[in-house]
């Protein structure tokens, strides 16, 4: 056989060989662990780790705060109040997006913050979701001052008596330009008072913009 023509069948197999190779590593799935230093993933599509987490230690500290300042002001020049009991209902969702397991997550962020407060406790979600089967009741008809009043009367039997309810809302915004759009989350924290029925509500804002458009990647690759 020709030297040359060996070399360039060679060439071509060599250089086929290694597309495939360079394309079955690109096929393949990796993975790392983030440590505490490294930022969260920024979601292509969706709001993900790197918009809830801001949104619940803002809201939660502003609300909880808030709340505890009020205790401090009644309770001057007395003993420290006893913990208030906060019966969490639940997340609503009322974004454009399905935020899948994150729901969860949320709740239980929310919930860790109560507890980290030191001014307030929470009920276990084991009892809440039962004080919910045993009225027949739905989060949003906790509303209605008579239904309030049966659910906290189950809890307080199960030995869980109850200071506020507290809700949680997504809700997104969104601003489109051509290709690229503009969504604007917002999670909303509301508070009432069983036995007064008093409310009090918090609200945290994030704004993330998704690009497809060449230009604004271009713009966002020399910010």
């Not at 040359?4 to 990796?30: D, E, H, K, W, Y």
């Not at 292509?44 to 808030?66: C, D, I, M, N, Y």
């Not at 109560?114 to 949003?140: C, K, M």
Request: glycine share 8%; hydrophobic share 40%; aromatic share 8%.
């Amino acid at each position: 056989m020709d030297r040359r023509a060996f070399l360039a069948r060679s060439g071509v197999s060599l250089v086929g060989f290694g597309l495939v190779a360079s394309l079955g590593c690109r096929g393949r799935q990796t993975a790392q662990v983030l440590t505490d230093d490294k930022a969260d993933m920024v979601g292509s599509h969706a709001a993900g780790a790197e918009t809830f987490k801001p949104l619940v230690q803002e809201a939660v500290g502003k609300l909880l705060g808030r709340q505890q300042s009020q205790f401090q002001m009644v309770a001057h020049n007395q003993l420290p109040p006893p913990p208030k009991t906060i019966c969490f209902v639940g997340v609503e969702n009322k974004s454009a997006e399905e935020i899948g397991d994150f729901k969860d997550q949320i709740y239980q962020a929310i919930d860790t913050k109560i507890l980290e407060s030191g001014s307030f406790t929470a009920i276990n979600q084991r009892f809440v979701q039962a004080g919910l089967r045993e009225t027949r009741l739905r989060p949003d008809q906790l509303f209605v001052p008579a239904n309030m009043r049966a659910f906290a009367a189950v809890l307080e039997q199960e030995g869980q008596p109850v200071d506020y309810l507290m809700y949680a809302t997504i809700t997104s915004g969104t601003t489109t330009s051509n290709k690229d759009y503009q969504r604007d989350y917002m999670l909303t924290l509301e508070v009432i008072n069983v036995r007064t029925g008093q409310t009090d509500k918090e609200s945290a804002e994030l704004r993330k913009g998704y690009n497809k458009s060449m230009w604004a990647k271009i713009k966002n690759l020399g910010a």
